[in-house]
């Protein structure tokens, strides 16, 4: 079974929610989850939703945890986080 945290969300189209996501080895969530992981978790509810960005991991202290899911629109996203974006992945680690 793979472990997993409750992160919270801050801005986007699940703000004020909770994620439910898998850590690695390190005990560390994904540094980006993209609109294909939401479409999966969230379905119909993101319907209305503007959906074009990811959300990016922040540490709370330090390097985490805690740790936060920031949004990042699509106009603001770093060159990493734009390759999430438009990649075939949903949910990777991109170091």
Do not use: H
């Not at 994904?30 to 540490?59: K, R, S, T």
């Not at 985490?64 to 603001?76: M, R, T």
């Amino acid at each position: 079974m793979w472990e997993k945290v409750d992160v919270p969300c801050v801005g986007g189209p699940v703000n004020g929610r909770s994620l439910l996501v898998p850590v690695d080895e390190d005990g560390v969530p994904p540094d980006v989850i993209d609109q294909n992981w939401l479409w999966v978790e969230f379905g119909g509810e993101l319907l209305d939703a503007d959906m074009a960005g990811v959300y990016e991991l922040e540490p709370l202290a330090g390097v985490g945890p805690p740790w936060i899911y920031v949004w990042a629109p699509a106009s603001g996203l770093s060159p990493s986080a734009r390759a999430w974006s438009t990649g075939p992945g949903t949910m990777k680690r991109g170091r």
